[in-house]
């Protein structure tokens, strides 16, 4: 989409009525242009002028040469074979030199606690847990569980990171994993809770 606008006027040198449709064209783009990613002007109720309602970038950037004390969020080609474009953030503190890196957002996260059987038994989620992108746990005996995914991961290298309780009594010498599933498998898991990240 594109937004017209003139610049340049009103010119000193000009009639005020010569200049007077684009100013007014001008003056009705601004709102336009505004509610773009934010919240225009007269909001509905719960909604703040000015204010973000989401950020959207068009293309995929390079990394920034910021000057002293500036932070810089951007989108970023990411990954060899399929490309991807990630969030990147770019920092340069006083007197240091510039950090650029790689931040993922969480692609799942999930609880689960063992059940002694029958199997399969598909795994209800413990309460007061968050849960991001998982469509179902199933555990298919007393030493496996699959995962699956809500969305699939767009690409394998993901990594696993568990919690602190689940590094205690981690049970598994098998993990395999794919775009759709995660596949935990080795040790005793009934009555065990694990918790997971993946970015």
């Not at 399929?82 to 510039?98: I, P, W």
């Not at 790689?102 to 989620?125: D, H, M, N, R, S």
């Not at 690409?155 to 098998?174: C, D, G, I, K």
Request: contains cysteine; negative net charge; glycine residues 6%.
């Amino acid at each position: 989409m594109t937004i017209s606008y003139t610049t340049g006027i009103p010119d000193a040198n000009h009639n005020p009525s010569i200049d007077q449709p684009n100013m007014l064209i001008n003056n009705d783009n601004i709102k336009q242009i505004i509610g773009i990613d934010h919240c225009s002007f007269d909001p509905p109720v719960g909604e703040v002028s000015g204010q973000h309602l989401h950020v959207t970038f068009p293309i995929a950037q390079s990394n920034p040469s910021l000057t002293q004390i500036q932070t810089q969020l951007y989108p970023k080609a990411f990954g060899s074979g399929t490309t991807l474009l990630e969030t990147y953030t770019a920092a340069r503190m006083s007197n240091s030199a510039q950090i650029n890196g790689y931040l993922p957002f969480v692609k799942a996260l999930f609880t689960f606690t063992g059940v002694p059987g029958p199997y399969p038994a598909v795994i209800t989620q413990p309460t007061d847990t968050l849960t991001v992108n998982v469509a179902n746990i199933t555990q298919t005996s007393t030493t496996s569980v699959t995962v699956t995914f809500s969305t699939p991961l767009p690409y394998t290298t993901y990594r696993l990171f568990p919690s602190a309780e689940s590094t205690a009594a981690w049970p598994f010498n098998l993990i395999t994993k794919n775009l759709t599933t995660i596949v935990f498998s080795g040790g005793l898991i009934s009555n065990r809770t694990f918790s997971y990240m993946v970015i």
